[in-house]
């Protein structure tokens, strides 16, 4: 599978691989074979493309630090994206998108782009993360506030829950929508693969994902 860079004034257009920036192509986050690339870049200031390209290489800090997880997501019956923003203990922000090729619900997109946001962060061995989102429901499932009917969002709540386990200490809270805009932003760039207004001036990665994190074949077990 190739790699597709978009610029907000030229349009989508296949790379090939040998031809892309290898600093860029370092950041990519690995996801096997599930996963093709695309690059958001729009004019203006290098600000936020500095901090996303050098984040394969910056210091997650002291191991006690506490690193801030915003997720959200963008879905229609045809389309569904994923945002995330990383902001490191020092205020520092690292953008994340993913265009989900796979069918969704609501609530399955959500679910998709706090497990995204947790394994870019796990990947990176960021060990204290605070969460947090729009989704009242999604959330009050992780936190075991409300019942999960759903068989298919038992299993994305119980992938959380092991998520969980690989860092020492996680916290996830709801906030409103109007807190959470950087990410509803990059989540509707991914679907429509346009850079959104909020972020001119930034270039950052869209992942294309192609396997959904809980496949309708697969049951979890280890939790009730």
Same mark, same amino acid.
Not at 29 to 35: G, K
Not at 71 to 99: C, Q
Not at 101 to 123: C, D, H, I, P, R
């Given at each position: 599978?190739?790699?597709?860079?978009?610029?907000?004034?030229?349009?989508?257009?296949?790379?090939?691989?040998?031809?892309?920036?290898?600093?860029?192509?370092?950041?990519?986050?690995?996801?096997?074979?599930?996963?093709? $690339? $695309?690059?958001?870049?729009?004019?203006?200031?290098? *600000?936020?493309?500095?901090?996303?390209?050098?984040?394969?290489?910056?210091?997650?800090?002291?191991?006690?630090?506490?690193? *801030?997880?915003?997720?959200?997501?963008?879905?229609?019956?045809?389309?569904?994206?994923?945002?995330?923003?990383?902001?490191?203990?020092?205020?520092?922000?690292?953008?994340?998108?993913?265009?989900?090729?796979?069918?969704? *619900?609501?609530?399955?997109?959500?679910?998709?782009?706090?497990?995204?946001?947790?394994?870019?962060?796990?990947?990176?061995?960021?060990?204290?993360?605070?969460?947090?989102?729009?989704?009242?429901?999604?959330?009050?499932?992780? +936190?075991?506030?409300?019942?999960? +009917?759903?068989?298919?969002?038992?299993?994305?709540?119980n992938l959380v829950w092991d998520l969980?386990?690989?860092?020492?200490?996680?916290?996830?809270?709801?906030?409103?929508?109007?807190?959470?805009? +950087?990410?509803?932003?990059?989540?509707?760039?991914?679907?429509?693969?346009?850079?959104?207004?909020?972020?001119?001036?930034?270039?950052?990665?869209?992942?294309?994902?192609?396997?959904?994190?809980?496949?309708?074949?697969?049951?979890?077990?280890?939790?009730?």
């Open positions: 599978m190739g790699n597709y860079f978009m610029h907000a004034d030229n349009g989508l257009k296949m790379i090939p691989e040998s031809e892309i920036d290898t600093s860029l192509n370092n950041f990519l986050v690995n996801c096997e074979s599930s996963c093709e $690339s $695309s690059v958001i870049e729009s004019e203006g200031a290098s *600000t936020s493309q500095q901090e996303i390209l050098d984040f394969d290489t910056v210091s997650i800090g002291s191991p006690d630090d506490v690193w *801030t997880l915003e997720f959200d997501d963008s879905y229609s019956s045809t389309e569904s994206g994923a945002g995330i923003v990383l902001i490191s203990p020092k205020g520092n922000l690292f953008l994340f998108s993913f265009k989900l090729q796979f069918n969704n *619900t609501n609530n399955t997109t959500e679910y998709e782009s706090l497990l995204l946001g947790m394994k870019v962060a796990q990947q990176k061995g960021i060990k204290n993360l605070h969460a947090q989102g729009d989704a009242e429901l999604i959330v009050c499932q992780i +936190r075991n506030i409300y019942q999960t +009917r759903s068989e298919k969002l038992r299993h994305y709540r969980i386990e690989t860092f020492d200490a996680f916290d996830i809270s709801v906030v409103s929508c109007e807190f959470n805009d +950087r990410a509803d932003s990059l989540a509707v760039s991914a679907t429509s693969l346009i850079p959104h207004k909020d972020f001119l001036g930034s270039t950052y990665v869209v992942e294309l994902v192609f396997r959904p994190g809980v496949p309708d074949s697969i049951a979890h077990t280890k939790h009730s």
